[in-house]
């Protein structure tokens, strides 16, 4: 039998559920915190890895998220001129208090409020990539498209 998710990895699979994904998140003995480490655990390429990471508009502060290629680096004045507004780093607290999800383990669904997004076009050149599921271990795979649906996120050169 089939040891059941964590709190945090079945939030997302609910929330994919809800969404009308058919994905499976599945959680690994191996840390996927970063996009290296994800890479090995899953055995894809770093690129195929979605790193969902948390900035912090500046003068509004809300949340905004970054669904990046796990090879690229975010050039954080591509998204200041998407929002209209300053971007600043997220630290850990800010980051659970509005995703409801930790550093490492951010994935692009579930959050507690809607998030502005953008995705890293780089992602569309893969058949499938794989995102972070709600813990540093959790994770699911799915194709660039459904990301896009599934988080209602624009497409973005981010480097």
């Known amino acids: 039998m089939d040891k059941p998710l964590s ?9 994919l559920a809800e969404l009308g994904f058919n994905l499976q998140v599945i959680e690994l003995p191996a840390s996927t915190r970063t996009a290296l480490e994800a890479a090995q655990a899953v055995g ?22 970054v669904v990046a ?26 980051v659970r208090e509005r995703t409801g999800f930790v550093i490492g383990g951010v994935p692009p669904v579930g959050h507690l409020e ?13 058949s499938q990539v794989w995102a972070a599921a ?3 271990n959790a ?3 799915l194709t660039p498209e459904n990301l ?3 988080t209602g996120g624009k497409l973005v050169k981010i480097t």
């Not at 709190?7 to 929330?15: G, H």
């Open 7 to 15: 709190a945090s990895a079945q939030r997302v699979q609910d929330a």
């Open 44 to 65: 894809c390429q770093v690129g195929q890895i979605v790193k969902s990471l948390v900035f912090r508009a500046l003068r509004s502060d809300r949340p905004i998220l």
């Open 69 to 94: 290629s796990g090879i690229n680096r975010v050039n954080e004045s591509v998204i200041t001129r998407q929002i209209g507004e300053p971007l600043g780093k997220a630290d850990a607290s800010f």
């Open 114 to 126: 809607s998030l502005e997004t953008f995705i890293d076009q780089d992602l569309m050149q893969y």
């Open 134 to 136: 709600g813990t540093p």
């Open 139 to 141: 994770v699911f795979e």
């Open 148 to 150: 896009i649906r599934m």
